[in-house]
Each structure stands twice: as C-alpha cells, then as structure tokens.
C-alpha cells in the first residue's frame, strides 16, 4: 500500500502542479526538501501543517527510499517521486490565513516585554546558548532601525540592505538571522495589510548570496503571509486584543536549533516597533530592556 | 547561601508593572542548589504508625494523591479508593453509605503532598492507616508514605471488596507492628535504614525503583531480617510477615516514594529556581509544583497511559493516570532511569532500546546527573535529575513516567502496567507563573 499524505499546505499544492517536475535536494531521517524553479516544498514525516509542507502518515521517509535528486510532482492524485507514490487523495489542504486582513489590536509594552523574558530565558538553556540576542548584528539591527521607526524618526525599516547583515547570520539549518527577519517581516507585513500601510519588500536577489536557497524561499514567502500553523497561531494570537499568546509562544519555543525562539523574537519586537510608532507607550523600549539592559 | 544579582522593578507609561528580572546566573545558581539539596537528602525509615499519630491526621479525613480533587470530579478508582477507605475507617459500612457521606461533603479530602506524603495510585491515607515515616537526616524534614498492598485487586487501584478490607486490616495489625518494632529496633542500633544507599544499588541491580522493584525489596528484606526476627513476635507471626515482604515485588515502592518526597522536598523553595519539585496525578489532572513557586499547583487533564495490559482488558479500560509515584522521577530515578532497568519493558511494554533512549531524552530536560544514582549500563553516569521547566519547554520533550494503570471504574483494580508522558501544559503554565514572578 503506498504512503498516504494527511495534509497538504495551498502554497505546495500550486508549486507542484505546475506540469514541472521539482527535484529532491536534501533528505533528512523525517523532512525531505524538494525544489521546484526558485521555491522549495517540505515533505514531513510529522505533524506540523503548513503552506509549505506536505504531510506524510507513517514513520519516516518512506524507509529510507528517498534519495537526492529524484524527481517529485503533483499528479492527480499522487505526490509522485521516482521511488514510488504518496497518495493525496484523502489529504486536507491547509490554507494560508495571514494572506487576508482583518481587524487587529496590538499588544502593550508590558505583555510584549513579558513575552520576550521568557524567550530570553529559554535562550539561556539552548545549547548554543544566547548566540542571537548577543550578536552585535542584532542589537545594531534593533537599536538602529526598529528603535527610530518605533519613535518616527527613521523609515528605514523600509530598506532591504538594513537586514542584511542578519541574513545567513547565525546556527541552525535555517541561520538564527533568517529565522528573525521572517518573524519581524512576517508580522510587519501582516499589520501592514490589515491596516493598509506600506510593506517591507526584500528582493530575493539580495537574499540568494546570503544564505541556504530553502531559507530564502522562506523568507520570501513569510514575507507575504505564508507561516506554519504554530506561527500563525501566535501571530493571531498577539494580534487579538486578549495579550495573552503565551501559550502559542511557548508552543513555538521548541523548533529547531533555536528558530523557534529566533521567530518569535522577531515577531515580538516587530510588534512592539510598530506598537511604540503608533504612540502607545514605549513598547519596544521596554522589550530591549528585558533583552539587554539586566 | 544563594546570592542573585536582580535589577529594579520598572513602570512603565500604562502604569503597569513589570516584574523583577532575575539574571540567568541567578537561576542557575538556585537550580544549582534546589538540585545539590535533592541530591544530598538522606532519608533514614524511622517508624511505622498510623497516620493519626504520625502526620496529625483527624475526623473524616483522607489523603489522596494528586493535585486537589472534589469528591464529584474524581475518576473512578479514586471514588473506589475513598469508598474502600471510608468503610475501612468504620464511618461507613456499605458502599452506598460511604458514597453518601463523600456526596454530603462529610468526608474531607486533601492531597498527599501537603501534608509531605506520597502514595501510589490513589495513594488514599486514612487517620489509622500505618504510615512509613521517613527522616532526612540531612536537612531534617519528615515524609510519609502508606504500605503496599500488592498487585491486582487492591485499594490503591480503586478496589475495595472485603477480600481487600480484609487485607488492610491483616496488614495494619500483624505486619505493621512487626515492622515498626523493627525499624525502632534498627534505630537503636544506630542502623536506621538509609534509603539513598539502597536506591542506589537497586539501580546497579536492574531496578528503576517506580515500576521495578526487586531488588530493593530483597535489599529491604536482607537488611531488616536480623532487627525482625529479635523483636519478640512469634516465630509463625513473623514468618507470616516476612512471607508477605516476599510475595509482594512492590513492597518498597511506598517507602521509595518518601523517599523521593524527601529529596524532592529538600529542593523545594528555592528563590528563582525552575526546578519542578512535585508531579503527581489523581486520575483526572497532573499537577506539578515548581520549587521557588511554593506549593501552587499548575494543572491539566491527566493522560492515559500506554502499556501492558492484563488478561482480560485492553487501553478502553484505563482510566487516565493517577498517584504520586512520579515523585521518583522528579528525584532522578523511576522512569528517568529506565536504562537501569532492562527488564522492566516486560512489564510496562516498549523494547530495552527504547528504555535506554528514554533516560538519554531526559538529560534533555534536566539540571545535572545524581552523584549516587548511577547506571552501570551508561558507563556508570548519574541518572538525570532536576526537571528544569525552561528546558521542557525550550525542547519539547516532557518527563516520562512509569506508571501502573488502574480500571476507569470503581472496584476493579489493576489492569496493567505502562508508562506515559507528563502534559506539557502544566509546563507552561508554570513557566508563564515564574515570569510573572519573577521575570525571566
């Protein structure tokens, strides 16, 4: 009996229906990595949804089979790759919800300060320890673009070559730098649309010499909306009026080398940027205290 | 002494107040000490009495094991267990009647915990029940634990038919004063029996001390045979004891989990520590305790456990998990030590792999390795200790528990063995309480 799909996410859906067959890139014991032109999918042997994600019943990679450099395509209904088929017949589609706007309330300083004590606690306890919140990139980052924009001093939030330098910067599959971009951009975007003001545009250009392509594509992507269900869940979650998305954020904590925490820093101190501009006290101030100033 | 280094409590413009924010080095330096405390415990058995004497215990009320429960909330062997107990005590002497009395409110109950004891399943203390109590002779607490019945058919699963009454009676009257002659006579001899050296040794002899435990319960009987047999009791009275010690594997699973609430108990109330100091389940929550968030339970819906089930029954059968056994875990050695335990998978299913892979997966989550408790098949390393609640939640792993599984209804029992995933909301919860207290 084949392998059955339980989830497919919309943005990997339309990538691999294309007639254009993608190619596997990388293969690791539960994720398989397939590029398609200039975007990646993510075959998961787990159950984390996303847009980008096809998720796949049943141990690991199909025992093993799958191999870099076969070739993978959506076809009617079956996930087709050179060792065999996924059948999607059953799957789910998991369907992006930050690509549309609604009516959102951003949170205070003191519950956007709290939540980035815990992250820098749960820093203290990585095994990398604090790398990103002592990389100078960061503070110079935090200190010389979001805090400006927070007092309406500065667009230059809206400078692509201001993020640079914490691009491909960092541990992880996904550098610590990237993971942070997708939260602060991610979420700035997403505020942006809701309340119809300009949004930041990184051009993938900039991105491609700086880190791994799957993490550009990602990049790409968060900017326009596209997360996984853990990070939209918190995202919504700051964004409702109730301050309270503790519990998505600790939901989050656990990803990866540290991406959990990277996002969500950058999510929180996104917010508490746009949260100090909009002349609600001093959110961001607050944040970088509980960062930096002990 | 533990010093810390903490900045100043800020306002901010809302008028809102931050909490304090303790620096990383001040938590771990409190991790540090709540762990070394643990580890440094030593608890000595010191008597045997009941309850009434030994922790205070007065009027209709009974001890349960758990976070705080209501009489209506309460899952089914746990109802068995208060029914059983209530009729033990002679306030009731039907089912029916002591239901009535626990509706009506007339029959009190508290937690275990609180009152420094911990008992398995049910884990339900009542006031002329013979307690175990146990002294640290390191830092001077006292906890307590109730005696093991067996396997099967028995209180602490919820079963109370008269077989089981009978029992407890039997064991209250014959085996509990032989027992405590015997441990006033070991003390007098300047021979209490620690109960750290033994946990340590049953571990080098293939016990997980939680769901295995053999070889402490031949250690125990070796140890007290000389005291036992000069207390003066009858040749056949003794015989009959020791035949008991014998026949029952999980005699000392009560006393080892004093033992636990001991050690856990010395690293509770530690300032700034995330150092979790109690996990326990009465068959419909688990709670935790984290040592400087004094004894504020943070709960959630209690699993159920997967296992190996008894002829007869299958998981439909379980009820979600109870007792307060986990605090051998929170101490460093049940589950946590599983790679002690090579056999212990015939009993609470799984492969020997996978019990070696459960121990290394709690490093993850842990503060140190026991200086005592060591695993021959890791080299000799200290099994992990210290459940450090930032670590749970920056890894995603949560502390595994070997457990017993009682039926869903009352008066069963037993119907198998397995083990189960500590809920990692009450994790969060926790962790959320210690930022609000005290930053992070």
Known sequence: MNPRASNIGDLAARILSTGIWGEVTRVFPRSVYVRSEDDFILLLWGELKSPMTINIEGGNNVGGRIRVGERCGLRRDALELDMGEIDVRNAEMFRSTLLDSRKIVLPNGPALAKGVAMLR?????????????????????????????????????YSPARYLPLIGRGGGFTPAGDDFVCGVVGTFNYVARCRKFRQVIIPPAL????????????????????????????????????????????????????????????????????AQSSGEGSALKECIDVLWNL | MLSVSVSQTFNV????????????????????????????????WVDLAPASKKMGLRGKTLLHAGPPLRWKSASGP???AIIGATIYEGWADSEKQAVRLA??????????????????MAGVISPSMPVYELEDRKFGNKTYSNMNEGIGKVLRYGAFSQEVLDRLHWMSETVAPVLQATAKGMIRAGAGLALKPMIAQALTMGDDCHNRYVATTSLFAKQIAPFMVRTGFEPKILAEVSKFIDANNFTMLNMGMAAGKAMTLAGHNVKYSTIVTVMSRNGTDAGIWVSSLGSRWFTAEAPVPKGLWFPGFTESDANPDLGDSSITETAGFGGFAMAAAPAIVSWVGGSVQGALEVTERMYEITQTQHKHFL?????????????????????????????????????IGQVGAGTVSFPIQVFKDAFEAYVDKYGA
């Open chain 1, 121 to 157: 606690s749960l820093y203290d306890v990585s095994p990398s320890g604090p790398a990103l919140i002592t990389d100078p990139a960061l503070k110079s980052f935090v200190r010389g673009t979001l805090s400006p924009f927070a007092s309406g001093r500065s667009t230059g939030i």
């Open chain 1, 207 to 274: 991105l491609q010499s700086r880190t791994i392509p799957e993490s550009a594509t990602i990049l790409r992507y968060s900017a326009k909306g596209y997360f996984d269900e853990g990070m939209e869940k918190l995202i919504l979650g700051t964004l409702d009026g109730s301050g309270r998305f503790y519990n998505e954020l600790m939901s989050v904590a656990h990803r990866g080398h540290t991406s959990g925490i990277d996002m969500s820093l950058g999510v929180l101190l996104g917010e508490a940027a746009m």
């Open chain 2, 13 to 44: 413009s809302d008028g809102a107040k931050l909490p304090l924010t303790v620096s990383k080095e001040a938590v771990e330096e409190a991790n540090k000490e709540a762990v070394e405390r643990m580890i440094d415990s030593e608890p000595v």
């Open chain 2, 78 to 80: 746990m109802k068995g």
């Open chain 2, 103 to 120: 509706e009506e409110g007339e029959i009190k109950l508290d937690c275990d915990h609180h009152h420094n004891a911990a008992g398995p």
């Open chain 2, 375 to 411: 695993i021959p098949f890791l080299d000799f390393r200290g099994t992990p200790v210290g459940i450090d609640l930032r670590k749970i939640l920056k890894t995603g792993v949560t502390p595994m528990i070997n457990t017993g599984i009682a039926h869903r209804k009352a008066g």
